[in-house]
């Protein structure tokens, strides 16, 4: 074959890169494709901060397809409009692809297939490349059953499931000549008018590579201990590049898989929870929107409180903390994403849709299948409808950020508090509490948790 399609998508990477492998196996000379979806940006998915990260990654990969001899072919609107377009300008036979699994993704590969045999060309789609084990690849007993809801078993099967060989970069990528390309766009041009939030990690394969080793060696070994310390900020930080493929978790389980120690064990198990999520997705995809099991709420509806949450004056200063570290890094520790969907959800009694919402408005690593089925697995909706699932913001503040420095670090009002104290400023009183621009505390928390049980009907 004379030419082939490498379509870039969730995994913008040359270390351990399948689809780009297969394709240099089957033509002569390959198009390395990235089309800036139009349909991601009319369903309000290219947000400020993701695309400055995607500009970033875009950037670092068509650098090193340079350096290869290649480029970065970049195309703009429906993707697949815009590579049966390609395929035709350079006779390309095979367009080589990544699997999703979001309905969105499973939809465009079913328009695409169609598209390219309509005229006379192939797609060719392939697994463990966003994922570490392929959707559906694993099942559970029972013919009924096309995914696992509970992950103790899956993870069992998952470990016992073997990965595919960690594949080198090529050292060549020969492109046809003339093929048309855009310049690889900035984020002001991914999304027009955004304003990405202050601090945000560098995009692309390069960056994550280098963030890994260094927390390979020097935070890994502590990871099953210090995973939870919300002033100590030590989790990888590596959620964005594997959002977007920079980074292959096939590799990534490959290398902690090499290290001896409960903090490599610990880190494979987090990235096998991001497989699970991503198979229970790929098999319900109305999971993105919808209850995957119903509790029948009846959601309240304040938008002052949600408004509150938002923006981080809650009067509840750990959460506070988490929410304005959201905003300005586009990030937020994993201990804290679950005390604030508790709070939004258990406390405040809100639906779980707002919450998830917000943060896909924010996060860099805003992945569907990890956001929506994490906001659902902590408001009861989820595969673990466990009712009793609340988080006191109080008494996890004394866990896991017990001398205050996390609040201290986002909530600058309060960094005259020593201690933890910082947790309760409601408890000073007179012209010392009078000092601090503050708010009161917008719920009281045994109130929150009478409502949320009442409506559950657990009462």
């Avoid at 429906?78 to 699997?99: N, S």
């Avoid at 979001?102 to 463990?128: K, N, Q, T």
């Avoid at 595969?383 to 866990?399: E, K, S």
Wanted: some cysteine; charged content about 25%; aromatic content about 8%.
């Amino acid at each position: 074959m004379e030419a082939a399609i490498c379509l870039f998508s969730s995994d913008l990477r040359l270390h351990d890169q399948p689809v780009l492998h297969a394709a240099l196996r089957s033509a002569a000379r390959v198009v390395p494709l990235f089309v800036v979806d139009s349909g991601i940006a009319d369903a309000g998915f290219m947000v400020p901060n993701r695309a400055a990260f995607l500009a970033g990654a875009l950037a670092d990969l068509d650098a090193g397809l340079r350096e290869r001899g290649g480029c970065l072919v970049i195309r703009t609107g429906d993707v697949v409009a815009e590579t049966c377009r390609v395929a035709a300008e350079t006779g390309a036979g095979q367009v080589h692809l990544a699997a999703g699994v979001s309905g969105y993704a499973l939809r465009r590969e079913r328009r695409l297939g169609d598209g390219l045999a309509a005229a006379g060309r192939a797609l060719v789609v392939h697994d463990a490349v966003i994922t570490a084990v392929p959707p559906g690849a694993l099942l559970p007993s029972g013919a009924d059953k096309d995914h696992f809801a509970v992950f103790t078993p899956y993870f069992r099967r998952w470990q016992a499931a073997g990965l595919r060989p960690v594949l080198p970069a090529p050292r060549s990528v020969p492109v046809p000549a003339g093929v048309r390309s855009k310049d690889v766009p900035s984020a002001a041009v991914l999304c027009p008018g955004g304003k990405p939030s202050p601090v945000l990690p560098e995009g692309g394969e390069r960056a994550g590579r280098r963030r890994f080793g260094a927390w390979q060696r020097s935070g890994m070994a502590d990871y099953q201990d210090r995973q939870d310390d919300l002033p100590g900020d030590a989790t990888s930080r590596l959620s964005p590049y594997l959002h977007f493929g920079c980074l292959s978790p096939v590799e990534l389980v490959h290398k902690a898989a090499g290290r001896t120690g409960a903090g490599a064990e610990a880190f494979v198990r987090q990235l096998a929870w991001r497989d699970f999520h991503h198979q229970v997705l790929a098999a319900r995809p109305d999971a993105a929107r919808a209850d995957y099991r119903t509790r029948g709420d009846r959601w309240r509806q304040d938008s002052a409180e949600v408004a509150a949450w938002k923006e981080g004056r809650t009067g509840f200063p750990v959460i506070d903390a988490a929410m304005r570290q959201l905003l300005h890094e586009g990030w937020m520790h994993n201990r804290a994403r679950m005390l604030v969907a508790s709070f939004l959800t258990k406390t405040l009694y809100m639906d779980w849709r707002v919450g998830a919402r917000h943060f896909l408005d924010l996060l860099v690593d805003g992945d569907l299948a990890d956001n929506q089925l994490n906001w659902q697995w902590m408001a009861g909706t989820g595969t673990d409808t466990r009712p009793n699932r609340v988080l006191n913001p109080l008494v996890q503040a004394r866990r896991f950020d017990p001398h205050g420095d996390y609040v201290r670090r986002w909530v600058p009002e309060l960094a005259g508090l020593a201690g933890a104290a910082v947790h309760q400023p409601w408890r000073l009183t007179g012209p010392e509490r009078a000092a601090y621009d503050y708010p009161e505390p917008l719920v009281d928390l045994a109130d929150g948790l009478v409502r949320f049980r009442r409506a559950r009907g657990l009462e």
